[in-house]
């Protein structure tokens, strides 16, 4: 038997590009195709956690 459709259980992936620079405090990063989205974190890998959860907070408040 065949799986059937069910658009609930599709899940849509965006890729956004995003821009990683060092600032005095760690990492600052931004998505240049959200304007406003950006954020910071003191290592590489939570700069790229943050700017995760602020791009899902961005896309929210315009998808509401």
């Known amino acids: 038997m065949g799986r059937e459709y069910n658009p609930r259980n599709e ?3 965006m890729i956004y590009r995003i ?7 760690g990492y600052s990063v931004s998505v ?22 602020a791009i899902r907070e961005y896309l929210a408040v315009f998808a509401s």
Request: hydrophobic fraction near 30%; charge should be negative.
């Open 11 to 13: 899940v849509e992936a």
């Open 19 to 25: 821009a990683l620079r060092t600032s005095e405090e």
């Open 32 to 53: 240049p195709g959200l304007p406003g989205c950006w954020s910071q974190g003191s290592t590489e890998t939570e700069a790229l956690e943050n700017i995760r959860v």
